[in-house]
């Protein structure tokens, strides 16, 4: 008997038990959707956004405190993700939204917050989108923040950085916060934040570049000859503006003298520009792109414009928050989107990989939900692909302006699982998705071409990936869905080819949509062995060699997030069911079937719940790379049924 059966045996019973689980979760419609968990800023800025606004409720904003107050660690601060680092932007708006809570700043957790965003440099430190957060109530001065003039929305099409160079998130989030930039609006509080400051309250603006080596300080008498001055101080003064980021720091100068006295009849025809482009995104269940920023931000413009809180716009905005509220208990919490459509996919894809035939009614209302979310009408991407006919699906229950490449290739794999008629719907997503290609053959997740570099120059910008360039994850999908398909071509052939160049040296790939390595390598592996490398191709092996490497002690694997700035963390990290199985995907699809894989599938069994799935409290989702990240609740469920699925009936493949 092989030495692997007993594990066999108890994978057998393990996937038997988070089967059935899984199969609960299913809603009456057909669908999934687990909670999508962020942070903290969630919260405070739906306290902000309804105060600014006339619309906070004491009931709301104490259920919003006492979660706020939970997420808060011993040292006074809050993190971005589980066990993370302390973030000085997260803990400066926690603590605002509990002052507006009416919290003392002498109580003891206040004093413990205060304390740590001093040391960490306080509110002058904190980045751009929060110090906006507080000039909208005077507390911080709109003049010493960077100018993001609504003419933006002028620049066509080939000019650098119009509003098509920005990814879809950033572009709406920019395009909004262009409206509240010229209004500069002011709600005034009844309290201060001194406390959070190590200096004076900033006064008049001084905006200069960044200090050359070697020059003279600012105001300095200079004892050298008059023509040796001229040239000398000509030179010193030109210095800053060989960077990107001196001339940016040089416009923004130009564009705050032009924001004291703008040419009226520009500055009016810009607002109602960028008000007609953001009334036209706004989707059916009153969001912006079914995530947080955008959503706020174009509320508050909307308002600023002169929508009332009546006007069906900001009606519909306002109603389809509570959609993405979560009351639980005496709290109150905000997600920043949510996934009904991806987790859906997945959801499908791991309950075939378990056994479930097509056919099922399990995955029949599924595929049925699935269609009927079909998207087919063109969003943003059609400013580069003006001819490409619409096909696909979005991430969230409602998205029509921004379908993605990921969940359509994910949701295009689940439906051929599913056995279920499409009357079309996969020939047309395909057709989309081949048009979307980029033109190094990579896929990106939303828009082809996204990578204009100079977008992160901006000082306005200093959070958040603001560009879509291709990622190995998405293109990896991509591939594995032409591949199961049976799509052979140039298409399949150059994103192939553009995995393979961006293969790291390590032998990984960069995971942009989830953490990390691990994510990357478990998504690419099994694309290039369905797109027929075979499973002793070099690469395949280099990272079958690398996720061997980098296998837990207790056989699992993880990968902490500070991987994405810290290449010391790639690969490391606690080990958790999603990351696990991401690994075991990898493997069984290079055709392992080693004591690796054994010790990984026993990991699984023997972590799992008495309810049939797993505890991950760490986030292995990513927003933004450094910046923003996620813990799917269904990511701990859905992708250890595929690796179990896979593993028990002996096939690495879907």
């Known amino acids: 008997m092989s030495t692997l059966a007993p594990v066999q045996l108890g ?35 739906d306290l902000l956004l309804r105060e600014f606004l006339g619309i906070r409720t004491s009931e709301q904003t104490a259920a919003s405190a006492r979660w706020i107050r939970s997420k808060q660690r011993a040292d006074g601060s809050w993190a971005t993700f589980y066990g993370g680092p302390p973030d000085l932007s997260t803990s400066a708006e926690a603590y605002v939204a509990l002052r507006l809570a009416g919290d003392p700043i002498d109580a003891d957790h206040m004093r413990r917050a205060a304390g740590f965003v001093r040391d960490a440099g306080g509110i002058e430190h904190t980045r751009v989108f929060t110090r906006i957060w507080l000039a909208l109530f005077d507390l911080w001065p709109w003049a010493q923040l960077p100018v993001l003039p609504p003419e933006i929305m002028f620049l066509p099409t080939w000019v650098p950085l119009n509003v098509y160079d920005f990814a879809c998130w950033a572009r709406q989030t920019i395009v909004a916060l262009s409206v509240v930039s010229a209004y500069r609006p002011v709600h005034r509080l009844d309290f201060g934040i001194d406390e959070l400051r190590t200096a004076i309250r900033p006064g008049p603006p001084t905006f200069t570049a960044p200090a050359v080596r070697g020059t003279q300080p600012a105001g300095a008498r200079s004892t050298q000859p008059a023509g040796a001055r001229t040239g000398a101080g000509l030179a010193n003064r030109l210095r800053p503006l060989a960077s990107w980021a001196g001339r940016f720091q040089a416009l923004d100068r130009l564009l705050h003298a032009y924001e004291r006295k703008p040419v009226k009849v520009l500055r009016r025809a810009a607002l109602a520009r960028a008000e007609r482009w953001i009334v036209a995104r706004q989707e059916a269940d009153g969001s912006w792109g079914g995530i947080q920023p955008p959503w706020v931000y174009s509320l508050i413009a909307l308002s600023l414009q002169g929508y009332s809180l009546e006007h069906p716009v900001m009606r519909a905005g306002i109603a389809g ?39 099922d009614p399990v995955l029949t209302i599924a595929a049925t939900w699935l269609l009927g979310q079909e998207i087919t009408t063109r969003g943003d991407w059609r400013v580069r692909r003006p001819r490409l006919e619409p096909g696909g699906w979005a991430f969230e229950f409602a998205n029509d302006n921004y379908a993605d490449i990921d969940d359509t290739a994910e949701v295009v794999l689940a439906l051929v699982r599913t056995g279920a008629p499409d009357g079309g719907a996969i020939t047309r997503a395909v057709t989309w998705i081949e048009g979307m290609q980029c033109s190094d ?16 120059e901006l000082p306005f910008c200093d959070f958040g990936e603001l560009i879509d360039p291709p990622s190995a994850d998405v293109t990896a999908h991509v591939a594995e869905m032409l591949a199961a398909l049976g799509r052979t071509g140039p298409v399949l052939d150059r994103a192939v080819a553009w995995l393979l160049r961006a293969q790291e040296e390590d032998g990984s790939w960069f995971g942009r949509w989830g953490a990390n390595h691990v994510y990357g390598t478990g998504a690419v592996i099994p694309a290039l062995v369905a797109a027929g490398l075979g499973t002793e191709h070099s690469a395949v092996r280099r990272a079958v060699t690398w996720l061997e490497r980098h296998q837990n002690p207790d056989g699992g694997w993880g990968e902490d997030l500070r991987s994405y700035r810290d290449d010391s963390y790639r690969g490391r990290g606690t080990s958790t069911a999603s990351q696990t199985a991401w690994a075991l995907l990898g493997l069984l699809a290079s055709g392992e079937r080693t004591s690796t894989v054994e010790q990984g599938v026993d990991w699984l069994v023997t972590s799992q719940t008495p309810e049939g799935t797993w505890s991950e409290p760490w986030f292995t989702g990513t927003g933004f790379p450094g910046d923003f990240y996620i ?13 179990l699925g896979r593993f028990v009936k002996g096939d690495g493949h879907a």
């Not at 899984?22 to 962020?38: A, P, V």
């Not at 993405?324 to 959801?347: M, Y």
């Open 11 to 45: 994978a057998s019973a393990c996937l038997d038990r988070a089967t059935a689980a899984l199969t609960s979760l299913q809603h009456r419609d057909g669908w999934w959707k687990g909670e999508l968990e962020t942070n903290v800023t969630m919260d405070a800025e």
């Open 321 to 359: 928050l509570d959609g993405f509220t979560i009351l639980e208990g005496d709290t109150r919490r905000i997600e920043a989107c949510q996934s009904p459509v991806w987790d859906t996919a997945l959801a499908v894809t791991a309950l075939a990989d378990a056994g479930i035939a097509p056919g």
């Open 441 to 456: 053959g990579g896929f990106a997740a939303f828009d082809v071409d996204n990578c204009q570099a100079l977008c992160r």
């Open 631 to 643: 813990n799917y609740h269904l990511y701990r469920h859905v992708f250890p049924v595929m690796a």
